[in-house]
């Protein structure tokens, strides 16, 4: 069973900066992609970005684009969230997950829920304005 720890969120001004962490339990080296959720008060979760882990190839969320960059560092086990020129629309909670299986599946595919199999607890990034 693989999980997935999230860490990183707080509370920030419009403008500022924070930078979210997923650290899995296992090698994932053997994950196919991990990508990033949120989810604001009263409303769906939504796609934020994702990354395939072997070569990198990412796709972000057209309100996030520009902003936010997602990294990820193999030693670790980690996938990382940097945001900057934080909204108060971007407050939510943020997830991430793993796609261990559907290898071979599109970027544009990877935005759905569903295509991801392991899912972290979720950090609150709250931004006032």
């Known amino acids: 069973q693989v999980q997935l720890v999230v860490s990183g969120g707080g509370l920030v001004q419009a403008g500022g900066s924070l930078r979210l962490s997923c650290v899995a339990s296992e090698r994932t080296f053997s994950f196919y992609a991990m990508g990033w959720f949120r989810q604001a008060p009263g409303k769906e979760r939504e796609f934020v970005g994702v990354?395939?882990?072997?070569?990198?190839?990412?796709n972000y969320a057209d309100p996030v684009k520009g902003r936010f960059t997602i990294s990820r560092d193999v030693a670790k086990n980690g996938v990382y969230l940097q945001m900057n020129d934080l909204k108060p629309e971007d407050t939510a909670i943020y997830y991430c997950?793993?796609?261990?299986?559907?290898?071979?599946?599109?970027?544009?595919?990877?935005?759905?829920?569903?295509?991801?199999?392991?899912w972290g607890q979720g950090t609150q990034v709250t931004v006032s304005s």
């Open positions: 990354t395939t882990w072997r070569n990198g190839n990412k």
């Open positions: 997950a793993a796609d261990t299986k559907k290898w071979g599946e599109p970027l544009a595919a990877l935005v759905r829920e569903n295509e991801y199999d392991y």
